[in-house]
């Protein structure tokens, strides 16, 4: 079903239209926005004031022209109930209680609370995550998860063809040296009888990059183990097996633990497309050598200094790098997987590569921007409350799966000092489920471009904008429906939701609301967008409680149905939003 916000903009832009006879007015020029008071209507039209400098009239007028030529019935149904002119030409919409009471009605009875657009013909590959093997997975790596797992399930939730990959940092000239050393000191790794962890991983990974400076003889077999890998030597090759499989259990733990599932789609997947990359860029005239290096030039990409930044594909020493990897992946993505649109998600400090990538493959001719559309998703720092850049611990290695429990054990603490009476096991499970939600409700409701502050203590309050409120006013919803003790399956089939109370109406309105923040999020991929949708969601619940009686009321059926609705739209954002539900707390 369509939005109130593009019911609006259709049913605006007709009246522009007929009230100045030109149906050539582009629907870009109404403005249809939330308004800013309650006291102002649901809706505000702010078109007057742009289209009486193109008219050359009095936007007063304007709006006055609009207002008489709006249709305030749609398909038969009242749609919007008054319209009032105010200020210099804003004109206020108030949405008809009725209309509003249906459309709840419909949410509350489709599988996909009214959506009905479908997109499967569309495809989005989102790459996110992505750590880099033998190294420990960074505070950053974190975000790119939680906010890459976020847009996935947008995309899901809306019927795309979605592809998550993890575009895993698993090849380059630095696992030569790993493998060198692992031969010399701890052979055993590699012929299987001895076992071992990222974290001893990173320690070897650290002295053999040591080594490997200090050491020529030393540099001169790793170089020839990269060489050994590359031409696919067979043993050589499994012991990148055996590294690569020892990082991916640790990254396994951090996914199992956030309840995010990701195909895993490496460099290595594109290493034998590199030599054809740069070849076909060659060919297409597309390489400068720079200091012996494959470049590629393009205006626009400079430095302090005003000069070219070049793209640098293959290296002096005939090593393809980590973007010739992109430049194959966006090919890949576009050719293979025939994506419609591809979503990268990395810290903001990426973003110049990106760009660089993105015009380098249209200039290719591997990428149509009017065809498929490519997102850099930058994202800010992660910090302490000392404003630095936050460390797990204090000490040398840092293990991202440590703040994970540190927050459950965390939320444990709370529940205990809250004296929830629970069995042990459900107390673990509540516990795991607070922590969680509460990490990844503290990173998507911060503005992703600008960098957060993590503090347990904040992430985890009960009250303010985080999970546990949401959660708790979603415990609250099915603590009521308990308490009437009605069956709610009996309800909507029998009884339609009234809204008479202007709290009840405010309610009905941010839950009609639910799809047209989901379409901006998915335009502009800003997760915070639906976190305060659901903050407001639930304030809105709260003040309907507060103002409204359910139990014994003579609107007792319809509140309780207006409850479910709320809690079903909760739940269900809180799904995009990768957070899991409670049913107590
Ligand atoms: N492994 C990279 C890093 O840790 C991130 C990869 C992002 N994706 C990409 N296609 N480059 O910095």
């Known amino acids: 079903m369509i939005t109130i916000h593009n019911q609006l903009q259709q049913s605006f832009l007709r009246a522009i239209q007929q009230a100045f006879s030109d149906t050539s007015i582009q629907p870009a020029l109404v403005e249809i926005t939330h308004s800013t008071q309650e006291k102002f209507g649901h809706y505000q039209c702010n078109s007057a004031m742009k289209l009486s400098k193109i008219l050359k009239k009095n936007p007063r007028e304007v709006a006055e022209a609009i207002v008489s030529n709006l249709n305030l019935v749609e398909d038969g149904q009242p749609f919007i109930e008054k319209c009032e002119i105010a200020g210099p030409g804003f004109i206020n919409i108030s949405i008809d209680t009725n209309y509003l009471a249906n459309r709840t009605q419909t949410i509350l009875h489709s599988a996909k609370l009214g959506m009905t657009e479908s997109h499967q013909h569309e495809k989005v590959v989102i790459d996110f995550s992505s750590p880099n093997t033998a190294k420990e997975m960074q505070v950053w790596h974190l975000r790119s998860t939680i906010i890459g797992d976020c847009l996935a399930r947008l995309f899901e939730f809306l019927d795309y063809d979605v592809l998550r990959l993890n575009h895993v940092g698993d090849w380059g000239t630095a696992f030569g040296m790993l493998i060198a050393y692992l031969k010399e000191e701890a052979p055993g790794i590699l012929n299987g009888t001895q076992q071992t962890d990222l974290t001893h991983l990173v320690t070897w990974y650290k002295q053999a990059k040591k080594r490997f400076d200090e050491d020529a003889a030393f540099k001169k077999r790793s170089q020839l183990e990269v060489v050994a890998i590359q031409s696919g030597d067979a043993s050589s090759l499994h012991a990148w097996e055996i590294i690569c499989d020892i990082s991916r259990r640790a990254y396994q733990e951090v996914y199992d633990l956030l309840d995010v599932h990701i195909i895993e789609r490496g460099e290595s997947f594109y290493n034998p497309m590199l030599a054809d990359v740069i070849a076909d860029l060659e060919s297409k005239q597309l390489i400068t050598i720079s200091d012996g290096a494959k470049c590629v030039m393009m205006p626009g990409f400079t430095n302090r200094e005003g000069e070219i930044l070049p793209l640098i594909v293959q290296k002096s020493d005939g090593g393809f790098n980590y973007a010739a990897t992109d430049m194959a992946a966006i090919r890949h993505r576009v050719q293979e997987e025939k994506a419609n649109r591809i979503i990268y998600i990395t810290d903001a400090g990426q973003s ?160 009609n609301q639910f799809d047209e923040t989901l379409d901006v999020m998915a335009k502009d991929l800003f997760p915070h967008r639906l976190t305060e949708y659901l903050f407001n969601l639930a304030e809105k619940f709260n003040a309907f409680f507060r103002d409204c009686r359910v139990e014994g009321d003579p609107a007792q059926d319809s509140r309780l149905l207006l409850a479910e609705t709320v809690a079903t739209v909760l739940k269900q954002g809180m799904n995009i939003l990768g957070l899991k539900v409670v049913d107590r707390m």
């Open 352 to 511: 110049m590569h990106f760009q660089m990538v993105f015009k380098a493959a249209e200039l290719a001719g591997y990428l149509n921007p009017d065809k498929v559309a490519v997102n850099h998703i930058g994202f800010g720092l992660v910090l302490d409350a000392q404003g630095k850049k936050f460390k797990t611990r204090s000490s040398e290695t840092e293990r991202l799966v440590d703040l994970l429990h540190a927050a459950i054990n965390k939320a444990k603490d709370i529940l205990i000092e809250r004296q929830v009476d629970m069995s042990e096991a459900e107390l673990n499970e509540t516990a795991k489920v607070l922590g969680i939600n509460a990490i990844k409700y503290a990173d998507l409701s911060n503005n992703r471009s600008s960098d957060y502050v993590f503090s347990y203590d904040r992430m985890l309050k009960f009250e303010g904008n985080t999970a546990a409120f949401l959660m708790y006013s979603y415990v609250r919803i099915n603590g009521i429906k308990r308490k009437v003790g009605v069956d709610i399956a009996t309800l909507k089939n029998s009884v339609t939701i009234n809204l008479q109370h202007p709290s009840e109406i405010a309610l009905a309105l941010q839950v």
